[in-house]
C-alpha cells in the first residue's frame, strides 16, 4: 500500500512540476524570440486609446 502511495505521491508531483513549467512559459518576463506573437491588441499602435 505505501509504494502505490509513493507512486501516486511521484505522479502527481511529475504532473505540478508540468504545470509550472507551462504557468512559467506564459508568464515568463523573457522577450520572445522573432517570429513570436509577443504583445496584445491593446499593445499594437493602432489600437484606439481607452479613456
Do not use: N, Q, W, Y
Not at 507551462?22 to 508568464?27: G, K, L, T, V
Request: zero cysteines; glycine letters at 8%; aromatic letters at 2%.
Amino acid at each position: 500500500m505505501l509504494k502505490r502511495a509513493e507512486a501516486v505521491r511521484a505522479e502527481i508531483e511529475r504532473e505540478a512540476a508540468t504545470r509550472r513549467s507551462a504557468i512559467s512559459a506564459i508568464f515568463d518576463d523573457k522577450p520572445k524570440p522573432a517570429g513570436g506573437t509577443a504583445g496584445t491588441a491593446k499593445d499594437s499602435p493602432e489600437a484606439p486609446e481607452e479613456g
